[in-house]
């Protein structure tokens, strides 16, 4: 009976296995995971297989780097780059000139000196 409980463990490291590797690629790590815990061995091979989104990646990053916010004046959408926000407090909408206040969250001008 031990087996069963061997096989079963295997096949969740399976899952574990490919959802690591899934995400590793910018492929659904939840999917996989399920898939891995299905097929298995299979399901690692194919994983490993499989080539990572790679043409895709570039705008995926640029996706993910930057957010999106709405004017609350003309409800335009304006794309801020992750890196520059962290350098900016106020954003001017390039539509009507608004401009909206950043919080970071850290506002308490605990910046040290040097
Ligand atoms: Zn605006």
Redo the contacts with the bound molecule.
Sequence with gaps: MDYIIIISIGWLVCGAICAFVASAKNRTALGWFFTGCLFGLLAVIIIFALSPLDSDDDLMEENDESISFV??????Q?LIDKKDLKNIDTIV??????EIQLNHGNKNNNQKRH
């Design positions: 004017c609350n004046e003309c409800r335009q304006i909408c390039s539509n009507c000139g608004n």
